[in-house]
């Protein structure tokens, strides 16, 4: 289990808090995936921490683990032509907005692995759903894949997902590697790209694609 963070007053164990994590904000082909996530009172997840910090059978095993321990969670994606449109960022904030509001029970906090909490005009895109039911509370905090158990578990759910995609997109586009570097600027991933030039994939305004 992954260690303690100093979360506002109010955010207890009794409260319906949602772990929030990206994956695939770097890269240069493919979307940037988001999980939401909440968790029981009481669990038991060995090992849980930043996704980043696991080797592949472990996060696999952990990911199984944590589907099936969740009180709910969700992942949303967005793809590299909106990525292209609108920029990470803001595309970052709407996958992680897409994938809080489709929690059951609705959260009443929303804890962000980052230093950023989501703009409300684009997280109230997406809580309409919800009625006039107001807007969570937000915090982002630092480091939060590696301190908040919840923030941990989306960040191994949304790297297995989208490693898992990249891995099945790779039968597409052969040519460039996507099942080892899943989108990545890898030393390979670049020399494929001055070879080949870009695929569909891939993210037309970061640099090193074109």
């Known amino acids: 289990m992954a260690g303690k963070a100093v979360l506002p007053d109010g955010w207890g164990p009794s409260s319906c808090v949602c772990g929030i994590d990206e994956v695939g904000r770097g890269c240069l082909a493919g979307p940037v995936v988001a999980c939401a996530l909440i968790l029981p009172p009481s669990y038991s997840l060995s090992g849980l921490t930043d996704s980043k910090k ?22 949303a994606l967005v793809g590299q032509r909106t990525i292209d449109r ?48 107001p807007l969570p509370v937000q915090k982002a905090i630092v480091r939060g894949d590696s301190l908040v158990p919840a923030i941990s578990a989306a960040s191994i759910l949304a790297k297995t997902y989208r490693d898992a995609l990249m891995r099945f997109l790779s039968s597409r586009y052969p040519l460039y590697g996507f099942e080892k570097h899943v989108g990545y600027g890898t030393a390979h991933h670049l020399q494929m790209l001055a070879e080949h030039g870009p695929c569909p994939l891939h993210r037309r305004t970061f640099r090193g694609v074109l």
């Open 54 to 75: 696991l080797p592949p059978k472990k996060r696999e095993e952990l990911a199984q683990a944590i589907r099936e321990c969740a009180v709910s969670y969700s992942i």
């Open 86 to 133: 609108i920029n990470i960022l803001q595309s970052t904030f709407m996958a992680m907005s897409m994938a809080c509001s489709r929690l059951s029970p609705r959260p009443e906090f929303l804890a962000i692995d980052g230093n950023k909490i989501l703009p409300e005009e684009m997280l109230g895109r997406f809580w309409m759903r919800h009625g006039d039911a």
